[in-house]
T-cell receptor, first 116, second 111 residues
Framework: GAGVSQSPSNKVTEKGKDVELRCDPI?????LYWYRQSLGQGLEFLIY????????KSGLPSDRFSAERTGGSVSTLTIQRTQQEDSAVYLC??????????????FGPGTRLLVL | QKEVEQNSGPLSVPEGAIASLNCTYS??????FFWYRQYSGKSPELIMS????GDKEDGRFTAQLNKASQYVSLLIRDSQPSDSATYLC???????????FGQGTTLQVKP
């Protein structure tokens, strides 16, 4: 079956511009996560969705970052007024959403964001 | 702040040897522990999960968990060049499934 998909795969933008990243989870998965991976680093949690609600937004770095999920499926992560330190790979993961912390999270291929 | 610590490496082992990867974590209430493999330029892929103290074996991989010492490890037997990758240790944080990741250990298996 289809895995997690993300678009675009690569994005180059100028400092100060807004960008929108998209994640399409595995069909039927109600839990969706966004992580960020800077060069040579581990993954940093950004936000968690269960259905359309976001019970944990604790990892969003600043108010320039926002995310939404509609129809319990596709999610978009928006970064406003991008800064060079926002350059990273943005990874989306989904899981079934019924068993909490023991569930396997399946990762998408990521969006590589470069802010010039 | 909850932390997961790994030696960044690189860890270099000859083909056929046992590779031992280690991870410590700070949050005593964590219950779920994962090892992900990440090839360069690719997304992480789950290779092992462990929830109880002791060993869990799956093929050439063995995960070991010691909650008292807040320590989890991954052993790779009969290491192959295709095992060369970065191995990420991840620990659950709370009951949402949110994962805290270590920075990863780079493994190099030399033919």
């Amino acid at each position: 079956g289809a895995g997690v998909s993300q678009s675009p795969s690569n994005k180059v933008t100028e400092k100060g511009k807004d960008v929108e990243l998209r994640c399409d989870p595995i069909s039927g998965h109600t839990a969706l996560y966004w992580y960020r991976q800077s060069l040579g680093q581990g993954l940093e949690f950004l936000i968690y969705f269960q259905g359309n609600s976001a019970p944990d937004k604790s990892g969003l770095p600043s108010d320039r970052f926002s995310a939404e999920r509609t129809g319990g499926s596709v999610s978009t992560l928006t970064i406003q007024r991008t800064q060079q330190e926002d350059s990273a790979v943005y990874l989306c993961a989904s899981s079934v959403g019924t068993s909490g912390p023991q569930e396997t999270q399946y990762f998408g291929p990521g969006t590589r964001l470069l802010v010039l | 702040q909850k932390e997961v610590e790994q030696n960044s490496g690189p860890l270099s082992v000859p083909e056929g040897a046992i590779a031992s990867l280690n991870c410590t974590y700070s949050d005593r209430v964590s219950q779920s522990f994962f090892w992900y493999r990440q090839y360069s330029g690719k997304s992480p892929e789950l290779i092992m999960s462990i929830y109880s103290n002791g060993d869990k074996e799956d093929g050439r991989f063995t995960a070991q968990l010691n909650k008292a010492s807040q320590y989890v490890s991954l052993l790779i037997r009969d290491s192959q060049p295709s095992d060369s990758a970065t191995y990420l240790c991840a620990v659950d944080s709370g009951n949402t499934g949110k994962l805290i990741f270590g920075q990863g250990t780079t493994l190099q298996v030399k033919p």
